[in-house]
């Protein structure tokens, strides 16, 4: 049973930093590129960054770029989402997702390419 599991989430003051985690057990994390996504009340789930299986690709959202960094451990099945400079309006439920992947340095920007999902975690940015 594949189970990806989020902690690290928060409330924090704008300007300040979180680091998330994404803990991956059930699969063989080496062959997935992973990604986080976030979604508020109302909206869609948005793409917020991926990594790639081998780490050498990764992606950002433009609203993130230069404020937000992944990064993923295979040796442990873990993801991680660095948070720096954080804003309110990067306040949501965090998700961490896997997307199987055949090549290296592939991974997805879109929801519906990744086959798992974790629980999320909240992050709560005050102003």
């Known amino acids: 049973q594949v189970q990806l599991v989020e902690s690290g989430g928060g409330l924090v003051q704008a300007g300040g930093s979180l680091r998330l985690s994404c803990a991956a057990s059930?699969?063989?994390?080496?062959?997935?590129?992973m990604g986080w996504f976030r979604q508020v009340p109302g909206k869609e789930r948005q793409f917020v960054t991926g990594?790639?299986?081998?780490?050498?690709?990764?992606s950002y959202a433009d609203s993130v770029k230069g404020r937000f960094t992944i990064s993923r451990d295979n040796d442990k099945n873990t993801v991680y989402l660095q948070m720096d400079s954080l804003k309110p309006e990067d306040t949501a439920v965090y998700y961490c997702?896997?997307?199987?992947?055949?090549?290296?340095?592939?991974?997805?920007?879109?929801?519906?390419?990744?086959?798992?999902w974790g629980q999320g975690t909240q992050v709560t940015v005050s102003s």
């Open positions: 997702a896997a997307d199987w992947r055949l090549t290296p340095d592939g991974l997805g920007r879109h929801s519906n390419e990744y086959n798992y």
């Open positions: 059930g699969l063989t994390f080496s062959r997935y590129a």
């Open positions: 990594i790639s299986r081998s780490a050498t690709s990764t």
